[in-house]
């Protein structure tokens, strides 16, 4: 694709599982050090103890990214079973509270709830995080910041298609992304501002570090076209660039429990913006949409995920969700044999026929309610059903 090499990269947050009580479980350094004579640094902690990230390897396609999440996941999840734990990809877990969690040891961790108190953690949330390699020339830095100006409209769309979190604390929230809403509670947050350029958007990573909120940074970190001043990475926008990795990170998803629709989402992602990218080598551009308007559409993927009508700005008026998406797969449809991901992205379809994750998780608890067992057996239920759909697909 010309301009940027669009490789993949993507992070999955899991759930630990103990299958007994089918709670959460602080099980992360016992899984670490087993897990990382595999994985290595693929293998990451995160914040609470009774969670554990995974990176894949910089993928050329969307086929390396799958047998990537496939190899990682199988691991995972084998080195859980050695240590009595079960994992789940969705993005809350159906019971267990925040309160009850154990944080993970290191600075980054202290800092944060530390600074953060509660918004950080209340944090029992989980994601999964698509990186787009653009480079790191101060050319790719401009390309990156005018895709993303242009990306910011689809993100509600694609929240829409991932989400897996309709529960909270054992209650159904109405919402099918409460995850959503729980990580809105930290400062820079949500759909990201529209800059002018990369020089505006690196001022801006600068003046925060400079003032105390974001770190600091040394000299000898600097890249091209960062100034070095602040990481970056303390800013949690719905998509961020990643200077230092050279990526443009796309992070509003929820967890995607079935591994078919997580790559779906990522081939879809990497589609819009190749896209993008074309539509500028035509000097043609997605027009840019305001804020306002878009956190619009994200609330209304928040609370129905895809069976909500989102609004289409251009005509002014709502459209069903199904319609639109089948919009975008026209709008990428000259793109996905170039990325060899057709077969990929035709998967959304699949998406609306079965529901997202939290589709299923409420037909999965309300079907055990109906079948007279207890609220709180109704929930193992979901628990269960998580468990067994993280392992298919692999």
Known sequence: MPNAPLTLGIEEEYQIIDPHTR???SYIQQMLNQGRVVLGDQLKPEFMQSQIEVGSQICRDVHEARAEIARLRRTVSEVAEQTGCRIVAASTHPFSRWTEQLISEGARYDDLASEMKDAARRMLIFGMHVHLGFGRTPEAFELMIDVLNQLRYFLPHILALTTSSPFWHGRDTGLKSYRSLVFQNMPRSGIPPHFYGYREYDHYVELMGRV??????????KLAGQSGAGDPTKIWWDARPHPNLGTLEVRICDMCTHIDDAIAVAALIQAIVAKLIRLRNQNQSWRIYRG????????????????????DFGIESEVPMRALAGEILELVDDVVDDLGSRAEVSRIAQIFERGTSADRQLSAYYRALDEGRSRQEALFAVVDHLVAETAQGW
Request: aromatic share 10%; hydrophobic share 35%; proline share 3%.
């Open 212 to 221: 105390g909120s974001l770190g600091r940074k040394p000299d000898t970190a």
């Open 292 to 311: 306002v308007f878009i956190d619009e559409n994200k609330w209304r993927a928040v609370r129905y995920g895809i069976h909500g009508d989102l609004i």
């Open 23 to 25: 709670e959460l479980t």
